[in-house]
């Protein structure tokens, strides 16, 4: 098996015309934080939603080009993109619960529509190991039949990781994350990051290069829909080896 998690080559996404991604190589190794940075519209949420064909959902988007899961393409005839999607969870950039349904019920969805548990028993269980997992169940343990409407909106982006780390992936795209969380919020989803590392990979796009820095062990910097530069963060972050990487990191890139 790969050691790679993700790999792409010469990648190429389109939304009609619009060359959106561009000849992109990645590589991104197992069990790390990955983080994606660059500044607003260069491609970052297109790129994460190459990474488990979500882009099949979209008439207009167009891949060309190869990305490796785990060793085996995920763009071949044979490959089924609902597993790919079990494989390779999202969580996406503004914090999405189904409204209608119950905490308990947005995360046994998933599980009851993939047969992924035998009984009410197993659903119990699962379900309270991802909360737990997700860094929420103390919060929410006694209102499981509560709906999402009464979180916070950093419980409800942990409520929707927890959906995703429910499935067992193996890897997890997380979108912005903390785009729309208060401080104290955004330090536990940070923390649960670092955690999540253990058991999966974790492909995080940020926009905040200081997050990047707390948080990533790699890093890629992306501008226009070109890889501009990708690396250990520490090292990026010490000695960028682009002028435009230097700016972005300055904040003169936005
Ligand atoms: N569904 C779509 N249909 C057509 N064009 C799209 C679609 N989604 C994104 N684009 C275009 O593709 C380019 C990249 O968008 P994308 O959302 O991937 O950028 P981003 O880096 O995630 O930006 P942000 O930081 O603002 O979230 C933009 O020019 C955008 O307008
Ligand atoms: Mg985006």
């Not at 990026?236 to 972005?248: D, L, V």
Request: proline content about 5%; charged content about 25%; glycine content about 6%.
């Amino acid at each position: 098996m790969s050691e790679f998690a993700i790999e792409t080559d010469n990648l190429n996404v389109y939304y009609g015309k619009n060359h959106v991604i561009k000849n992109m190589n990645l590589k991104i190794p197992k069990n790390t934080v990955f983080a994606i940075m660059g500044p607003s519209g260069c491609g970052k949420s297109t790129l994460l939603r190459s990474f488990n064909r979500l882009l099949d959902l979209n008439k207009i988007a167009r891949v060309q080009g190869s990305v490796k899961l785990f060793g085996e393409e995920i763009y071949s005839n044979n490959t089924d993109p609902i597993v790919i999607r079990k494989d390779v969870g999202m969580v996406f950039q503004y914090p999405n619960p189904f409204p209608h349904l119950t905490i308990y019920d947005n995360i046994a969805i998933g599980l009851k529509m993939n047969k992924l548990v035998k009984n009410k028993n197993e659903m119990d269980s699962r379900i309270e190991w991802a909360l737990k997992k997700a860094g929420l169940w103390d919060e929410v343990k006694d209102r499981l039949k509560d709906y999402p409407s009464n979180l916070s909106g950093g419980q409800k982006q942990r409520l929707v990781i927890a959906r995703a780390i429910a499935m067992k992936p193996k890897v997890i795209l997380l979108d912005e994350p903390t785009a729309n969380i208060d401080p104290v919020g955004s330090k536990k989803i940070e923390d649960l990051i670092f955690e999540l590392k253990k058991d999966y990979t974790v492909v995080l796009v940020t926009h905040t290069p200081a997050q990047a820095a707390r948080v990533s062990d790699y890093v890629a910097f992306i501008y226009m829909g070109e890889l501009v530069e990708t690396g250990k963060t520490g090292d990026i972050f010490t000695s960028p080896k682009s002028k435009m990487t230097e700016k972005y990191l300055m904040g003169e890139l936005i």
